[in-house]
């Protein structure tokens, strides 16, 4: 997929995912210029769920070598109705069906925990090398800052961290509430000038880990 070229013509027929949360909406026509521009080699995901954003970008990243995949499997308090035995089964799928037709075939690592326990577990092998993280885990403030400050840790300088839901409220008459990304989102940005870079906010919000020298 091209730069600017709609998500929509995205073809994901052959997985198993309940919600396509990608067609139809603009939130996800950001990704294909960032992976065209950032060319990520290792990348990881908060939030995995049935895994359509990992197939979205092990099918438009050509350049991915390694995809750390962080989930608990249990969901937060908007999966009530949600059966995630059947969950964490279809992700486990659709990333074989994705993987099938690659060559080089990237690795992927499923790590299932809470986000910051798993990312503690990377730290000593891992800090400072990923090139792209998607945080799109729990929506509760205190957790969605503890994600970007660890993942801030595991980005290497000139890496790119991308949050989902900056702009999602459980319902209307929500402003600033701690079950939503939001304020937690605006805090770190805030508390960060020195270490990150906007590049861009809508529905999902881009930063960039400064360089080493800045
Ligand atoms: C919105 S879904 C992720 C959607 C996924 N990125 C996709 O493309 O379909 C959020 C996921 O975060 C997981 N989650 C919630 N809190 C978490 C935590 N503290 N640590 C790790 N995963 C968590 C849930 O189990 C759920 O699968």
């Known amino acids: 997929m091209k730069k600017g070229e709609a998500v929509d013509n995205y073809d994901d027929s052959k997985y198993d995912f309940t919600h396509r949360w990608y067609k139809g909406s603009n939130v996800h026509n ?26 979205f970008l092990l099918d438009n990243a050509p350049s991915l070598q390694q995809l750390f995949c962080i989930d608990t499997w249990e969901g937060s308090s908007e999966h009530q109705d949600v059966n995630f035995i059947d969950v964490e089964y279809k992700f486990g799928r659709n990333i074989v069906d994705a993987l099938e037709d690659k060559n080089p075939r990237p690795t992927v690592v499923r790590l299932k925990g809470p986000s910051h326990r798993m990312m503690s577990g990377l730290m000593d092998k891992h ?46 008459d929500m402003d ?26 809508k529905y999902q919000v881009f930063l960039r880990k400064k360089p080493e020298q800045e």
């Open 30 to 55: 950001d990704w294909p210029g960032f992976i065209q521009e950032w060319k990520p080699l290792k990348a990881m995901e908060i939030g995995s769920y049935e895994g359509a954003s990992a197939c």
């Open 127 to 172: 800090e400072g090398s990923f090139d792209w993280i998607y945080i799109d885990g729990s929506h509760r403030t205190p957790d969605v800052l503890l994600d970007a400050m660890m993942s801030l840790k595991l980005l290497r300088p000139g890496g790119l961290m991308i949050f989902d839901d900056y702009t999602w409220k459980p319902h209307d």
């Open 176 to 201: 600033t509430d701690v079950e939503r990304p939001h304020m937690a989102i605006n805090t770190f940005i805030e508390t960060h000038v020195r270490e990150v870079d906007v590049i861009l906010m």
